[in-house]
Each structure stands twice: as C-alpha cells, then as structure tokens.
C-alpha cells in the first residue's frame, strides 16, 4: 500500500469522535421509540428489568471488542479479529456477513427517514410529499458527509446525538419527578411481567437489538489517535452511557405510565408511541422536539452505519474480497470514495426496492431489513466470541475471566435472540429472514471455494492488515 494514496488518514480522530461513531449507530432515541412498544406486550411493566439484562450481555460482546482492539487496529473491526483468531475461512464469513448485516441494516435507515419525515411534514405543514423524496435527500447528505471527511461525519453524529439524549433525558426526568406513586423498584422484579422470567427474556431480545453497532467505533482503528487506548475507551464509553440512557428513560417510561397500578399495563401495550404519550401527558412543550429527535436520530444513525459499512467494504476491497477499487481512498480526503459510492448504490436499489414492495414504515421495509441485519451481526458476535477464546488462548496474559468467562457468557446470551429472530413460524415477510441469510452464506461459500481454488495466497492473507502489531 503506498502511504498517503491508498490509506485511511491517520490520527484524526479522538475518543469523543468514536464514541460518536458507535451511539449514533446504536440510535439510542429511535431504539427506545421502536422497540419499547414492541417489547411492551412481552415483560409489560418488567421493561426495564428487560433492558438491563440486554446491557448486561451485550457488555459480554463488549469485552469481547474491547480485548480484540487493544491488540488488532483495522477498518475490518470483526473481519480482521476473526481472521487472525479463527483463521481465513472463518475471517472471509465474519466479513461476509458483518458487511451485508450493516448494509442492509443502511438501507432500511434510508426507508424508514423517508417515512418518519414524511410523516411529521404531512402533520405538520400539510404537504403531502413521497417518502422517497425525503430518503434520497437524506442519502445525499450522508454521501456528501461520507466522502468529505469522517471526522465531519462524526461531528455531525456528535452534535445530532447531544440533542436528541438531551431531549428525551428532559422528558424521562419530569415524568419521573411527576409520576408520584408510579415510582417503584418492582419494576426492575420478574414478577412485573406478566409472563415472569420469560416475558423478561423475550423483551430482552428488543433490548439486546437496541444495541446493534455499538461496535462502530472499532472500525475507525486505522483513523484514530493511540487506537490501543482509545477504541477500547470508546466502545465501553457508548455502550456504557447508551447502556444507561436505555434503562433509566424505560424506567421513566414505566413509571410515567404508572405501571404498578391496576388497569394502566393494558394501555400501555395498546399504545403504539408510549414516549408521544408522556410527552402529551407530562411535557406537552417536548411534542414537537421529540418528533424532531425521531427524524434526527434515524439521520445520525444512518451516517454512522453507512460510514461503518464503507469501512468493511474498503477493508475486503484492500484484500480484494470485495472490488478492489473499494480498497482505495480519495486522493484528497482520504476517504474510501469507491466503498462509498457502491454502499450509497446499494443503499438506495434495495432502499427503494424494499420500501416499494413492503412499504418505508417500521412494520415494513424497515423491520424486514433490520431483522436480516440482527441475524447476521449477531452471528458475527457470537463468532468473534469464540475467536476471543483461542485467540487469547496462546498468549502469555490470557485472564481466565475476561479472555475465556465473559465471552462465554456472551455466546450464552446471544443465543436466544438469535433462535427469537429466526424460529419457525414467524409472519410473512420475516418468515423469508432466515432463507435471506441462508443463502446469502451460500453464496459466501461459493466464493470462498472460487478463491481457494483460484487464488490461495490471497485467502491466506486475509484481514492481516492493522496499522500495528502490538502482540
């Protein structure tokens, strides 16, 4: 690789920046505005308790991250982790499926803008415009952001994210302050579900796909200041402050909602937007600032997940998984231009295509890319926590406890979501995600047997790259 042509620019980014990066991704305030009313039915007024086990275990996934970049700093995040801790084959399908689960997890993004927008602009101003116009403006925005400079990009998630937690924290803390006796600890007890332990399990499952792209930061190992310290420091950072704004805002949510008191559960789970009715309720100056949070967060988490996917693609180009001209950057912003242009085509084929055919909303396109999405990221996880095991297994500071226990944990935990997700039965057009994901493997698998036979030595070198070697 010649230095200043073909490589990320290095150093330009701080803690703050990734930490940025990774929340954004996380969409704190959409998670909380699309999975509260999904999990309600499920723990009922157990969502908080529900929530704080999805914390629990995705922090076994962030150890996980965490170990991995203190040792491997790469744009491949997973793809290189696994690469060198499971071997090539398993290196090529972590990339795999880590690019096609961001990628469409991108393209729902862009649907889901278009409707949300359309939908506040039509109740607001009266203008009836198609989703679509909206989506594609949004889509340039990101590019224009992308291609520019990732350290505006992430300025931008910084700034869009400081309003829209700012916005629902003022929200949760005067329900709280004004929910009285709907203030209780019970709510963190299973006894509070209806369904007991189980309830709690399956609204964890919600819980724990709210935490999809905490692991954003690590792709910016090439770009950021000391990446052996600070990419540790700001994936813990997201997940943990995000981890917190999740469980203290449904705590709010619970006891806003007086959810220890007879008669309140059923509306509750009949209420589609819980956190528009606080507001009517508690804050009704907050109405138009939270629908405005909704528009913002989708935004800033779609420029972060397109700026995460671009970076698994420019990796995989750079080993020429991928086209390698998405393993090249701009000559003047050191950006993966090409990645970027193909993720922004991508983005909007299957935006549109899917949008079109099931609809832009979060019942529609959105829910049925997000779940393929979810399968996928969460195979990786659970992969990666296995390549933490032998990873470490060979080396001289191998922790029982963070290296071999917690990892463990991690792939115990994500297992029933996963199984949640893809069980049979599931209502059309989500009974199609596990089939989607099948054969995308397949497809995987065929390649991976086309360069074996055609091109070994470039199996071999597979996600080898990082800026250091600190082993």
Sequence with gaps: MLPGKQGLQRNILSVPNGIAMAAAAMAPVLAVVLNAPAAAPLAGAALPLSFLIAFVSCGFVGNTVVQFSRKIHSSGSFY????????????FFTGWLFWIGYAVLAAGLFTAFGAFTHDYVQSTFNI???????????????FALSIRSIKASVQVDLVLLALEVIIFLTLAIVAIAKAGDGNSLTYFGP???????????????????????????????????????????????????VGVFYVFVMYALAAGYKLNGSGSLKAFTQDANPFVTLAHQYTPWLLQPVELAAIAGLFSCF????????????????????????????????????????????????????????????????????????????????????????YFWRLRERNTWTHVVLPLLGIAALGYP????????????????????GLW?????????????????????LGTFSVTDTE
Excluded: C
């Design 191 to 241: 006894a509070s579900s209806p369904g007991g332990w189980s309830g709690v399990g399956l609204g964890a499952v919600f819980g724990i796909l709210s935490f999809i792209g905490f692991d954003a930061a690590a792709t910016l190992g090439e770009e950021t200041k000391n990446p052996e310290r600070n990419v540790p420091i700001a994936v813990g950072g997201a997940l943990g402050g």
């Design 441 to 461: 493997i397949v497809a995987g698998t065929v390649l991976l047997a086309y360069f074996r036979a055609r091109s070994p030595e470039k199996v071999a070198a």
């Design 303 to 390: 420029l972060a997940l397109h700026n995460t996917t671009v970076r698994i693609m420019f990796a995989m180009g750079r080993d020429r998984i991928l086209p390698a001209s998405f393993g090249t950057v701009h000559p003047v912003w050191s950006s993966p231009y090409q990645a970027i242009v193909g993720q922004t085509v991508f983005t909007v084929i299957i935006g549109l295509t899917a949008g079109s055919w099931l609809g832009p909303g979060a019942t529609g396109a959105y829910g049925f890319t997000g779940a393929i999405g979810t399968v996928a990221i969460v195979l990786v996880y659970i992969a990666s926590n296995i390549g933490l095991i032998r």
């Design 128 to 142: 009836n415009l198609h989703w679509w116009v909206f989506s594609l403006f949004a889509m340039a925005l990101v």
């Design 80 to 91: 290189a982790f696994n690469s060198q801790a499971l071997g090539s084959g398993a290196g």
């Design 418 to 437: 996963l199984y949640v997700v893809v069980q049979p039965g599931q209502a059309y057009p989500y009974n199609l995600v596990p089939l989607v994901v």
